[in-house]
């Protein structure tokens, strides 16, 4: 058991927990950027510049972390998503350490994809970033909000 002063911080992996040490500071994170604008229309390749924007602002903010690939679909039909697949796809051959999207919602077509998705990265050690909903899946608490909802879901 770890001794905390009230009046010392909890510094470096300790205060991310243990998954986290793969990402430290001295190691370069391989990111994956998914960007999904689920309708085709005029100006859709501007709303998919302006979100990759955004993701890659936030991939700024983590010291070592380099963006190595981008996966964007853009579709009437939320079915037909190629670079969602060749995104996991990828992320099974460990190609990258995270992925950074905006949303859940925007990862996943339903919540039940969206859990066994995640948790097979997981399990591949790649971990999960959405931005917009505050979930990091290599913290804590990012992987037990996952584990609840699969657990209402029984999957």
Not at 49 to 64: C, I, R, T, Y
Not at 134 to 150: A, F, N, P, W
Request: hydrophobic residues 35%; glycine residues 4%; contains cysteine.
């Amino acid at each position: 058991m770890k001794d905390y002063d009230q009046n010392k911080e909890v510094k470096g992996t300790e205060q991310k927990g243990d998954d986290m040490t793969m990402m430290n500071e001295n190691k370069e994170v391989k990111v994956a950027l998914y960007c999904n604008i689920p309708f085709a229309s005029d100006d859709a390749k501007s709303t998919m510049d302006e979100k990759l924007a955004v993701l890659k602002e936030a991939v700024a903010q983590h010291p070592g972390w380099t963006v190595t690939e981008t996966y964007t679909d853009t579709s009437e039909d939320t079915t037909v998503r190629p670079q969602f697949t060749k995104l996991v796809r990828n992320g099974m051959e460990k190609k990258f350490d995270v992925i950074v999207v905006d949303s859940m919602d925007e990862f996943a077509d339903n919540l039940e994809q969206l859990v066994v998705t995640a948790n097979d990265l997981k399990n591949n050690g790649v971990t999960m970033y959405f931005l917009k909903d505050q979930i990091d899946t290599s913290y804590s608490l990012g992987k037990l909000l996952l584990e609840v909802v699969g657990n209402r879901l029984d999957v």
